[in-house]
Nanobody, 123 residues
Framework: QVRLVESGGGSEQSGGSLRLSCAAS????????MGWFRRAPRGERERVAT???????SFADSVKGRFAITLDNAKTTVTLPMNSLKPEDTAMYFC?????????????????WGQGTQVTVSS
């Protein structure tokens, strides 16, 4: 069982920056994806960004150019630096992980989830 522990988030004004981190433990395979999803109030879940242990990343169109995603050398901590924040970025953000090659990162069927951390952006 993979355990994911998120940190970061909070409140920021429009145009500001926040940083989310997620530490994972319990992997039993070396090939997997880690990603961030978000769910806005009364909204659907959206895949924000993903990173694979094979070095590939993906981003939702809504965050391209503003958010980044990094996987540390141990490949157990994924970080989401968020810049130029907008009110529409307000959501509960969830770290997620799944085993599989890089193309699996683009499926939304992740096996493991963190508890979520709130990001609120005021205008």
């Amino acid at each position: 069982q993979v355990r994911l522990v998120e940190s970061g988030g909070g409140s920021e004004q429009s145009g500001g920056s926040l940083r989310l981190s997620c530490a994972a433990s319990g992997y039993t395979d070396n090939t997997y994806c880690m990603g961030w999803f978000r769910r806005a109030p009364r909204g659907e879940r959206e895949r924000v960004a993903t990173a694979s242990t094979e070095g590939l990343t993906s981003f939702a169109d809504s965050v391209k150019g503003r958010f980044a995603i990094t996987l540390d050398n141990a490949k157990t901590t994924v970080t989401l630096p968020m810049n130029s924040l907008k009110p529409e970025d307000t959501a509960m953000y969830f770290c997620a992980a799944r085993y599989g090659n890089w193309w699996r990162c683009l499926d939304d069927d992740y096996s493991f989830w963190g508890q979520g951390t709130q990001v609120t952006v005021s205008s």
